[in-house]
């Protein structure tokens, strides 16, 4: 209905550029999710740490220029063919997202999220994987990625009349596989929980303790510089 509509948009904004890193600094998006669930890939990086996202939203480190970076930039350049792909051979028409979505009680979650699944209250995320993505997933996604999970469960989250993601993931030279989270309520509060209590130690510039032997390394030389 009308008002549904206007109560999904209200809280959005144009989508902003996701190489702003001042903006970036001021909110937790859903590319967050994976590194506060712990769940990133790569975690003997240090940006993919508690310790390293902590450093970006406090300003004391710039978050990494990804502009450069050949996966996402792959991932960006097929977004438009998995669309075509998806409407051609599913009949899913996945309407591209403009807007910024900001939650309601906590403005600094936000999700910008691939797309919209038209006719539906469904968010549509597109993912082409690289081939070593691909081995850990398995070609029938029976081992879908958590950070993947993670990035929908923010996302569910932050836009509260969504009822489910639906993943469109295009493995190269393979057909358009789909894999569909359903709301869970109780994990995306479990999520909020977890995700309040990292806000927390940014606006009380509070560091986390490190979890990883990186963040342990990147403490303690810190440590050793100040001293």
């Known amino acids: ?27 937790i ?13 790569f975690q003997n990086q240090i940006h993919n740490t508690w310790l390293g ?4 939203k406090t300003g004391k480190s710039l978050a990494p220029d990804l502009s450069e970076n050949e996966a996402v930039q792959w991932g960006i350049d097929m977004e438009d063919t998995v669309r075509m ?14 807007e910024t979505f900001y939650h309601k009680k906590y403005p600094f979650l936000c999700a910008h999220p691939d797309s919209i699944i038209k ?7 597109i993912k082409c994987p690289g081939m070593g993505t691909m081995m850990k997933m398995g070609e029938d996604l029976e081992n879908f990625l958590d950070s993947y999970k993670a990035q929908g469960i923010h996302q569910l989250l932050v836009m509260d009349k969504m009822k489910a993601v639906q993943f469109y993931v295009q493995y190269p030279q393979k057909r358009l596989k789909v894999f569909r989270m359903e709301r869970d309520d109780r994990v995306i509060d479990k999520y909020l929980q977890l995700v ?12 986390p303790e490190p979890q990883t032997e990186v963040e342990t390394n990147a403490a303690f030389f810190k440590h050793k510089e100040e001293v």
């Open 119 to 125: 006719g539906k209250k469904e968010i549509g995320e």
């Open 196 to 207: 309040l209590a990292f806000w927390d130690m940014v606006e009380k510039d509070i560091q």
């Open 29 to 41: 998006g859903s590319s967050d999710a994976p590194v506060i669930t712990r769940t990133a890939p």
């Open 53 to 56: 996202l902590w450093n970006i």
């Open 1 to 27: 209905t009308k008002g549904n509509m206007e109560e999904t948009v209200i809280y959005t904004t144009d989508q902003f550029d996701p190489s702003d890193q001042k903006r970036r600094m001021n909110v």
């Open 85 to 98: 792909r998806a409407k051609r051979h599913l009949g899913v028409e996945l309407r591209k997202a403009t």
